[in-house]
């Protein structure tokens, strides 16, 4: 069958990376299939509960780098109870006990606790990379054992953790004789840091290209750091709290003046309200800029700054720049891909449908955003898709929910409807506002390259759901909570969970009867009913509604380590 | 956390289910909570969760929210720099924090409502003549003891060498 030795066959697959194409190819024949395990260098499990760690390293014994999703992505917003799982420490075990050569790992949404980081840094002699996005159960000692024992560590990077700081001498733990650094993200963490030893570390790492950090550091250390890093393409300030006459915002300014690399930009976590004119000399080269966790900042000045930010491609921000302020950004930055506009709590700041207007307007390469905001119409809507078919991710959060279209008081189908007829590469789709059975007709009949769908408050009745699951054949992802979806739409199609990743259905109209009928005739789902405290303690009545059900295809079964409160059906 | 359900209070709830459901926002932001209803009730809402520290909405990650609640609880804690303002003809002056604005526009616009009055600064057009019933001119000390108008130098630079504004009558 093959023309080729397995050596060649196996160069060829070199240049295939994607671990889709190699999914694909290793479907072709027996003979590729053990060619491309065995060569296979990265992996990526979407959830970690659809197969054991076991069978993976069987699999691709060449391992060197695992990428791991735990709980559902509603477990952000607190939807999840905290013991519900996603622990990684069964993984990291079992890899140690393997004889694979692990180098990189990257969760998203597990638990890691300091035992498993300490077993991690010890088992894997070329560790380099550490990226946890959204984890949580480890503190810093935890990070302290990663420091001290990762011999060759290029990356550590933090995102979105909440850690128990127990004390700031972590970053004294990286020996002397580390210096490969290329990454690394602390700016999450809240606590002290020693700041001499960050000095040190920054100062003998000559490969660092992106430092991010927290709020613990001040101006005068930031200079410094900047002086020892001239080289930097990634920056995250912690404190940008300055006295303007100071020689150290002084000095601060002519530094920053000669990081001519730097082309990201984030942080400001503690931020004086005015002047950030030392910036404005870094804005001219920046592609990426995330202002989201600086409420400090006003709305006036984030105009400023953005007025000097002509390459932009990726823009996070606070909605306190206002619609005027998306204005400004829709008239310069040009080379916009993707923006995000968060909530910043604030009542009297927020953005409405005029900001997106002119944005999707202004910007011709936007094709990915994220958008919270006091309002929209589905004139506007209409209009975006108009003016943009590119969106592969357009989610978008209307602060009020069940909010119909203030000016014709309708609802906002025509105006999704619109969006997912003209975007014909839309991946990724959140709703909001007051929402009929009608969107969900229109996404089943345009949204032919939907993956995920993120659905809250909104539909009629069974109709809706059961016209996403008919329709959206590339659906792999499907979360909704607070809509009339019952047993009809659960139980129409089942076979259809197989050929998904996931679906999680909260205060629907589900009840434990559905869910058990679905259970017994797909052996291959795991059914988990979330049940909190006094809901269905005593009654096992099949009539009663599931509060929060959570269903995903898997190869291994119930798993073991299921908390009391989740019972798999 | 349980979650009480509130039944639709209308009895017309029981129509047929192609009604676009009604806007039940206000319904929510009243607290209605009546406690648990087993019928099924396409209109059936949850209520609004009433723990404020575990909140679901809007659907954005905690640190993000906390951020903004944190810094609203900062304000008063965040760097300030207050100067001394006199009016001519009044012996008792005030204070202003000159950080706490982010220009020029935003500093002549808190001085007018402290004074009541319209302030001249050297950004102004030139139709003065026709606020000269009751304007003033806005005039600082700086490092050097000289009084210079406001507004000249970049917005920086004049809070790196003010020492204290004064509000005298237009000539």
């Known amino acids: ?569 | 956390m349980g979650r009480a359900r509130a039944a639709s209070c209308s009895s017309s709830s029981t129509e047929s289910s192609t009604q676009i459901r009604r806007n039940l926002s206000t319904d929510l932001r009243l607290g209605l909570s009546i406690s648990a209803s087993q019928q099924d009730d396409p209109f059936s809402l949850p209520s609004v969760g009433d723990d404020d520290q575990a909140s679901d909405w809007p659907p954005t990650k905690p640190l993000i929210m906390r951020r903004a609640l944190e810094e609203e609880e900062n304000e008063g804690s965040s760097a300030t720099f207050f100067v001394k303002v006199y009016m001519e003809g009044i012996p008792i002056g005030r204070k202003l924090d000159l950080l706490a604005h982010d220009g020029y526009h935003d500093l002549i616009r808190t001085l007018d409502y402290m004074f009541s009055t319209n302030i001249i600064w050297s950004e102004m057009d030139g139709s003065v003549s026709a606020y000269s019933e009751t304007c003033h001119v806005l005039t600082y000390e700086d490092k050097e003891g000289d009084w210079m108008m406001v507004g000249d130098v970049p917005w920086e630079m004049f809070l790196s060498t003010v020492r204290r504004l004064k509000i005298t009558r237009a000539m």
């Open chain 1, 1 to 569: 069958m093959n023309y080729f030795p397995d050596e060649v066959i196996e160069h060829v697959f070199d240049f295939v990376t994607s671990q889709k194409d190699r999914n694909a190819v290793s479907l072709v024949c027996k003979s590729w299939y053990k060619i491309e395990r065995l060569s296979r260098q990265s992996v990526f499990i979407g959830n970690c509960y659809a197969i054991s760690p076991e069978r993976v390293i069987g699999r691709f014994p060449g391992l060197k780098s695992l990428t791991l999703k735990g709980k559902p992505h509603f477990a952000d917003f607190n939807l999840l109870p905290y013991d519900w799982g996603g622990w990684v420490y069964p993984w990291v075990e079992a890899l140690a006990k393997s004889r694979v050569g692990l180098e990189e790992l990257r969760l998203k949404r597990m638990v890691v606790s300091d035992d498993c980081l300490e077993l991690l840094s010890r088992s894997f002699v070329n560790f380099k990379s550490l990226v946890l996005v959204s984890c949580e159960g480890f503190t810093t000692d935890g990070l302290a054992a990663i420091a001290a024992n990762c011999r060759y560590l290029r990356e550590l990077d933090l995102q979105e953790i909440e850690v128990d700081d127990n004390r700031g001498q972590w970053i004294s733990c990286f020996p002397d004789s580390c210096t490969s650094l290329v990454s690394l993200n602390f700016s999450c963490l809240k606590g002290e840091i020693n700041l001499t030893a960050l000095e040190r570390l920054v100062a003998r790492s000559p490969n660092l290209k992106s430092l991010r950090l927290n709020r613990a550091v001040p101006l005068d250390t930031l200079q410094k750091l900047l002086m020892r890093a001239p080289q930097l393409v990634d920056l995250g300030i912690g404190s940008f709290v300055y006295d303007p006459s100071s020689e150290a915002y002084i000095k601060l300014k002519a530094t920053l003046v000669k990081c001519k690399s730097i082309r990201s930009l984030s942080g400001f976590l503690e931020v004086v309200p005015c002047c950030l004119s030392a910036i404005h000399p870094v804005c001219q080269n920046l592609t990426s800029l995330n202002l989201s966790y600086a409420p400090g900042i006003h709305g006036n000045e984030l105009i400023k700054l953005i007025r000097f930010c002509r390459k932009l491609e990726r823009l996070w921000i606070l909605d306190s720049i206002g619609d005027r302020g998306l204005g400004v950004v829709a008239f310069t930055c040009k080379e916009l891909q993707e923006l995000r506009v968060f909530p910043s709590g604030v009542d009297n700041a927020a953005v409405t449908e005029e900001g997106l207007v002119a944005i999707s307007a202004g910007c011709p390469k936007l094709h990915s955003l994220l958008y919270f905001c006091q309002q929209m119409t589905n004139a506007a809507l209409i209009t975006v898709a108009k003016n943009n078919s590119n969106f592969t991710r357009f989610r978008l959060c209307i602060l009020d929910r069940e909010k119909p279209d203030p000016v014709t008081m309708q609802p906002l189908d025509e105006g999704f409807g619109a969006i997912v007829q003209s975007c014909k590469r839309l991946r990724r789709l959140s709703l909001s506002g007051l929402l009929t059975d009608q969107v969900f007709l229109y996404i089943g009949m345009y949204a032919e390259q939907l993956e995920m769908l993120s659905i809250a408050f909104a539909g009629n009745s069974d109709k809706g759901m059961l016209y996403v699951l008919n329709g959206c054949k590339k659906l792999r992802k499907l979360e909704i909570r607070d809509s009339p979806f019952g047993n009809t739409a659960l139980l129409t199609d089942v076979g259809k969970y197989e050929t998904m990743r996931s679906l999680w259905m909260s205060s629907c109209e589900v009840t434990l009867g559905g869910c058990q009928t679905l259970a017994k005739k797909m052996p291959r789902l795991n059914v988990e009913i979330i049940n909190e405290d006094d809901q269905m303690e005593f009654s096992l009545d099949d009539r009663q509604k599931v509060g929060k059900m959570y269903l995903y295809r898997t190869l291994v079964g119930p798993r073991k380590d299921a908390p009391d409160f989740v019972w798999t059906l």
